[in-house]
């Protein structure tokens, strides 16, 4: 009754092994140079876990804010036709406040880089 899902289960084992034997016979072992972190083999200058500027922030939350607005404009364009004048009246509303999003944020200094 099983025998299908057993199948799977032994092919994706012997599958899984087989690339770990494989990466294991034909890895290079590192070297001091190719240990450190990729930046073409420089030092690096700073600790990983050093702290960003709080400007940093503002601007992901800029970019997340566009983000969405993609995330709801896709869906609202394939619903556009059926839904007619409401849903050009809901998409210009949910835009007025992504500009608001943007005008607290260009008064914050986020959209500042220097």
Same mark, same amino acid.
């Given at each position: 009754?099983?025998?299908? =899902?057993? !199948?799977? %289960?032994?092919?994706? +084992?012997?599958?899984?092994?087989? @690339?770990?034997? #494989?990466?294991?016979?034909?890895?290079?072992?590192?070297?001091?140079?190719?240990?450190?972190?990729?930046?073409?083999?420089?030092?690096?200058?700073?600790?990983?876990?050093?702290?960003?500027? =709080?400007? !940093?922030? %503002?601007?992901?939350? +800029?970019?997340?804010?566009?983000? @969405?607005?993609? #995330?709801?404009?896709?869906?609202?364009?394939?619903?556009?036709?059926?839904?007619?004048?409401?849903?050009?009246?809901?998409?210009?509303?949910?835009?007025?406040?992504?500009?608001?999003?943007?005008?607290?944020?260009?008064?914050?200094?986020?959209?500042?880089?220097?």
């Amino acid at each position: 009754m099983y025998a299908g =899902v057993a !199948w799977m %289960l032994l092919l994706s +084992v012997v599958g899984l092994a087989s @690339v770990y034997g #494989l990466h294991r016979f034909t890895a290079i072992s590192p070297s001091a140079l190719m240990a450190l972190p990729f930046q073409s083999g420089w030092a690096p200058e700073e600790h990983a876990l050093s702290r960003y500027h =709080v400007r !940093w922030y %503002l601007a992901t939350l +800029v970019f997340l804010a566009f983000d @969405v607005e993609m #995330l709801f404009m896709y869906p609202w364009a394939l619903v556009v036709k059926k839904m007619g004048a409401t849903a050009i009246t809901e998409m210009f509303l949910f835009l007025t406040a992504l500009l608001v999003a943007v005008a607290w944020a260009w008064r914050e200094g986020a959209l500042r880089w220097v």
